[in-house]
């Protein structure tokens, strides 16, 4: 879930853009030469996944991948994601440009935990491990992000905090369904036999 | 029996008529050619039968009426499609798991599955490319590759669009005995006169948009 | 994928530098408006902008009602959980600022607009990754829907089932993947090309005076809204 124009209080939004500015220094100084048409090509597949919709029971959901992305991006995760949003943003309008820092930020930093979390079990490679790389990515990347979303809304007044609480469990079905989905992406990099490290 | 038939086929592709009117069938067992010059249609044919182009007209697959994606959906396990472009085709990440991925969504048993795809790695000789990915895999591998994970659904018509492009002579061979072998109705388009020649099936031309009987 | 109103009525002229400044100003002004006569103040503002763009009335609505869930969620649950008059400023704020965006970014089509950026000092490594970004979208949309193709033509029926997740896996997996190789062939290509991490501009931008007669309406009523209302 991205949050829309207009929501957040105007300090909110200043910290989100600090935060997200320290970390696109820190990804941008990441990737050189060949690694920036990858991190650009990898963004894209993340923002062309992120719309599809994965069926659970009744209903279906997007997923947010971010976890997934860390792990692979590293740092690079904050200029990946930060292009992609600003993309959703233009094209269909999702999100926003004021709230553009706050939505990396809330995507991206998860990302990052999950990177430093999933190295050592991607590096073992073994089946278990893998699916608890990819298990693990999920839960980081998906909680974190609602963690941070809900948080978020609670600034905005007391009147937010059951808004707070039903947007932070609507992504316990993304997060159940990107676990599964994230295990077997991992599986498959690895029968493939190619290293995706940027 | 006709296990396959379409009449009166329309399609219209940004405003251009593609298909213009094609009536076509094919008996169970039967095996057919369709030939004819590049952007005549004969991709987009393949294509509408498959369920992936609106279309006016009438398509049935057993006597039945083939109408929404729901029907489609039902049929589309019956109904193999090899792609002109392997690379379009083959995502699994090794040869094994390419083979086995129609079976398991079928929702066969994974002991049942396991004898299908080493029936079918053995049939095409590709044993040795089992744990292999698919990116790695040379062009004339892609090819037999795309064919064999067809296969193994076990469908009753399988429509194959340029299937010998780029094939070495023992592939070549290889394709051809399975080709004469196969149970399934089979739709091949080709530009392969050596092959039309070879297998002496009745052949379709399709050109501008109609298709008639050679 | 291009920009929902690119090119779209006068505003579809102007020079997008102007355009994206004038946004910046005028959505954070919106954005940390307090009360709802403050967000009222640039409705009429937002208004004039739609009315250059009146023909495309249905886009812009359908952008404005369901593009965004989130909104929804928010202003729902503010209205029957919350404080309404909380979800009743947003759902403005958020309209408004929409509006700015649909209207003063999307009337410019992406690579302009990415040059727009390059002019606004946008560091040159972030501009590079958006250039490819929005290049190769298309390469690797169109690479998706053959391969969920080539599932559905092997009998592949969404469903909530593991062997539904595991194809969504691999699918995505493939995708990951032919990212991959597609960028070491981008990259090549650049190199063989003499690519030095800069892309040349054939077109420059030209200020001209409907530019700034634009830039100048928005400047005064922005300073007389914020006069008025805010201070």
Redesign the interface.
Do not use: H, N, S, W
């Given at each position: 879930m991205h949050i829309s124009e207009g929501v957040l209080p105007g300090w909110c939004l200043g910290v989100g853009w600090v935060l997200t500015a320290g970390g696109l220094y820190l990804g941008l100084r990441s990737i050189k030469g060949e690694k920036i048409p990858r991190t650009a090509l990898l963004s894209a597949a993340f923002f062309i996944a992120s719309l599809i919709h994965v069926p659970i029971g009744v209903t279906s959901v997007h997923l947010l991948l971010n976890g997934l992305a860390g792990a692979l991006l590293g740092w690079a995760v904050f200029p990946a994601l930060f292009v992609a949003l600003l993309f959703q943003a233009i094209l269909f309008q999702f999100g926003g440009i004021t709230v553009l820092g706050v939505n990396t930020f809330n995507m991206a930093f998860p990302g990052v935990v999950a990177y430093y979390a999933v190295r050592p079990l991607l590096r073992r490679g073994t089946t278990g491990s893998l699916i608890a790389a990819g298990v693990l990515a999920a839960l980081i990347g998906v909680f974190l992000a609602a963690t941070f979303l809900s948080l978020e809304l609670i600034c905005i007044g007391s009147s937010f905090i059951k808004t707070a609480e039903l947007a932070f469990l609507a992504h316990i079905p993304v997060a159940a369904v990107e676990a599964i989905i994230n295990s077997f992406v991992f599986l498959y990099l690895k029968k493939s036999g190619i290293k995706l490290e940027v | 029996m006709e296990v396959l038939s379409v009449e009166n086929l329309k399609v219209k592709l940004e405003g251009r008529e593609v298909l213009k009117g094609i009536n076509f069938s094919i008996k169970y067992g039967e095996k057919v050619f369709i030939t004819g010059p590049n952007g005549a249609g004969k991709t987009t044919f393949l294509e509408t039968v498959?369920g992936?182009i609106p279309f006016t007209g009438r398509i049935s697959f057993r006597g039945k009426l083939l109408k929404r994606e729901r029907d489609f959906?039902e049929v589309?396990?019956k109904?193999?499609?090899v792609?002109q472009n392997p690379d379009?085709?083959?995502?699994?990440?090794?040869v094994e798991?390419e083979l086995a991925?129609?079976p398991?969504?079928?929702?066969l048993k994974r002991e049942e599955v396991k004898r299908i795809v080493e029936i079918t790695l053995r049939e095409f000789e590709i044993e040795h490319l089992r744990?292999k990915?698919t990116?790695?895999l040379s062009g004339g591998e892609k090819r037999i590759v795309s064919v064999a994970?067809?296969v193994t659904?076990e469908p009753e018509v399988i429509l194959l669009d340029e299937p010998t492009t780029g094939l070495d002579r023992k592939r070549w061979e290889k394709l051809v005995a399975f080709f004469e072998k196969s149970r399934s109705s089979l739709v091949v388009v080709t530009h392969d006169t050596k092959l039309m020649e070879r297998l002496g099936w009745k052949r379709y031309v399709m050109e501008d948009g109609k298709l008639c009987s050679a | 994928m291009e920009t929902p109103l690119s090119g779209e009525g006068i505003l579809g002229t102007i020079d997008p530098r102007i355009k994206i400044l004038s946004f910046l100003l005028l959505a954070w002004t919106v954005a940390l408006a307090g009360n709802l006569l403050q967000v009222f103040a640039f409705l009429p503002l937002a208004l004039l902008f739609y009315a250059t763009a009146y023909r495309k009335t249905a886009t812009i609505l359908k952008i404005l009602l369901f593009a965004d869930f989130f909104l929804l969620f928010v202003v729902l649950t503010q209205l029957f959980l919350g404080s309404p008059y909380q979800g009743i400023l947003i759902f403005f704020k958020s309209t408004i600022i929409v509006l700015f965006s649909l209207l003063l970014l999307t009337t410019s089509p992406v690579f302009e607009l990415l040059h727009a950026l390059h002019h606004l000092k946008v560091p040159n490594k972030l501009l590079q990754l958006m250039f490819f970004f929005y290049r190769y979208l298309f390469t690797l949309n169109e690479q998706l829907n053959l391969a969920k193709k080539s599932a559905r033509s092997r009998g592949f029926v969404p469903k909530t089932s593991i062997q539904t997740y595991r194809t969504y896996g691999y699918l995505l997996g493939n995708l990951l993947l032919k990212s991959y190789f597609k960028s070491e062939r981008v990259y090549r290509a650049l190199l063989s090309r003499g690519f030095k991490g800069y892309f040349p501009v054939f077109r420059h931008f030209q200020i001209e005076r409907r530019d700034i007669v634009f830039l100048l309406t928005t400047l005064i009523y922005w300073g007389v809204a914020v006069w008025k209302f805010y201070l």
């Open positions: - | 498959m992936f959906e589309r396990e109904i193999g499609y792609f379009d085709q083959l995502f699994a990440p090794t798991e991925f129609a398991l969504v079928k929702g744990e990915p990116y790695k994970c067809v659904m | -």
